[in-house]
């Protein structure tokens, strides 16, 4: 094993290292252990990515990472989960309800009775911490404190549900849970996070809200019904969303501060999705002007990807791409992703690759539907009109049917003239 090539480790560990859920990082930890030589190639890997969340053991594991001198130097990129513990209102139908699950699941009555202690001694733990945390911004002063002292932070994901993030201490600490423990609204959580991103001056290259991984084997927070493919956690509310609140939007990215300067340097922004209860419908509006600031004091964004915004449970209404995008410049975008909006003028989808024709490279537009009288192509024609100078791709994926891909890049070039709109419905018809 000292003889094998660092090439030939770093393949090995490339190959270890597929994700940064509970299971790779395991894997990374054991393989850290075998030697020395992977030990040196395998700890930047580790390090890389911190996983976060807004409690004591997330922030010790940072501020301990943050203090050494070697292993802050090597940290990139924050996973972090706004994981938050909720006092429950109907405590006594709380403990009877947990204390069924425990009876079942135990061999004896004095087993379920100890385990249902364990489990209200570490609920009232967590929710004392929090608190304490909380007084007097405690939770955001050692953050930015942590982050300061990581100068290569250039990277925040924002894992919606994450099933594996605090898992471990948790799950050690609870024994068994039943799933409403906690939420995922960032109310509280994603305000904190970048507020300490602004004051420890840490400058945003890559931001992502993504969505829990389902399919990690690793560590889960148990719901107490032995699922290993259902959320750790359901959201408080009957309605599972797995979006950050409106209240958290506007309280972090909206007029009220100012922490918006931490995307002045950011280059790729992925957030695929957005979807609010029905009955705050009219906040819409309200979450597509916080996103429009967020991409006016984004310059420099090279790599975009946005999704529906669209209330839960309801496949309408959808937003315009024209309310969403109108009047933004972007002037190094490169990459551009659009899933499941709509437009009723396809003036209104062409304007924006027009002011976007000289630097866009690769373009990639999901389920996006629109009402002109011949469809796409009609649009495409009009798109024609712009002179693209860099597109290497442009797709259109169940915009013109359901699981259809279709490569347009040759037509918005000029390279043919064959429209491939109606290409697609002559070979259609041809096969019938």
């Not at 393949?11 to 030697?35: A, E, Q, T």
């Not at 996973?79 to 061999?107: C, H, T, Y």
């Not at 148990?222 to 408080?236: E, I, L, Q």
Request: charged share 25%.
């Amino acid at each position: 094993m000292d003889r094998l090539p660092q090439e030939l480790i770093k393949v090995i560990v490339g190959y270890v290292h597929v994700s940064d859920n509970y299971s790779c990082r395991m894997d990374l930890c054991n393989l850290r252990l075998v030697n020395k030589t992977f030990a040196f190639v395998v700890t930047s890997e580790l390090f890389h990515t911190v996983p976060l969340w807004i409690g004591v053991s997330g922030l010790q594991n940072l501020t301990n990472i943050s203090e050494h001198p070697q292993l802050s130097q090597l940290v990139r990129k924050i996973a972090f989960s706004p994981l938050r513990f909720v006092e429950q209102d109907d405590k006594v139908g709380n403990r009877a309800r947990m204390k069924r699950v425990l009876e079942r699941d135990s061999i004896t009555l004095n087993n379920s009775d100890l385990r249902l202690v364990k489990y209200e001694s570490a609920y009232k733990g967590f929710l004392m911490a929090q608190d304490c945390l909380e007084e007097q911004g405690s939770d955001s002063k050692i953050l930015t404190r942590a982050l300061r002292q990581l100068p290569q932070i250039c990277n925040i994901e924002v894992i919606l549900q994450s099933n594996w993030i605090g898992a471990k201490e948790i799950s050690q600490a609870f024994g068994t849970t039943h799933g409403e423990e906690c939420e995922f609204y960032c109310e509280h959580t994603l305000p904190v996070l970048f507020q300490s991103l602004f004051d420890a001056s840490r400058k945003l290259i890559y931001l992502r809200f993504t969505q829990n991984d389902f399919q990690d084997k690793g560590a889960n927070i148990s719901k107490g019904d032995r699922s290993t493919h259902r959320r750790c956690y359901a959201p408080v509310n009957a309605h599972s969303i797995d979006t950050p609140s409106v209240a958290a939007m506007k309280d972090t990215f909206g007029q009220k501060h100012n922490w918006t300067g931490c995307l002045e340097h950011l280059r790729v922004f992925e957030f695929r999705r957005y979807r609010i209860l029905r009955e705050h419908v009219l906040s819409q509006l309200e979450v597509v002007e916080v996103i429009k600031g967020m991409l006016e004091n984004a310059p420099n964004l090279e790599n975009l990807t946005l999704g529906a915004l669209s209330t839960f449970g309801d496949i309408c209404p959808k937003i315009r791409l024209s309310r969403l995008l109108g009047g933004i410049r972007l002037p190094k975008l490169t990459r551009f992703e659009l899933h499941d909006l709509v437009e009723e003028r396809p003036e209104e989808i062409s304007d924006f690759f027009t002011q976007h024709c000289s630097v866009l490279e690769e373009v990639n537009l999901h389920d996006l539907t629109t009402s002109a009288p011949n469809g796409w192509s009609h649009v495409l024609r009009i798109m024609r009109q712009a002179k693209f100078q860099k597109l290497r791709l442009f797709t259109l994926d169940g915009c013109i049917m359901d699981e259809e891909y279709l490569h347009v890049q040759d037509y918005l070039n000029h390279k043919t003239d064959k429209d491939p709109v109606v290409e697609y419905w002559q070979a259609k018809h041809d096969d019938h």
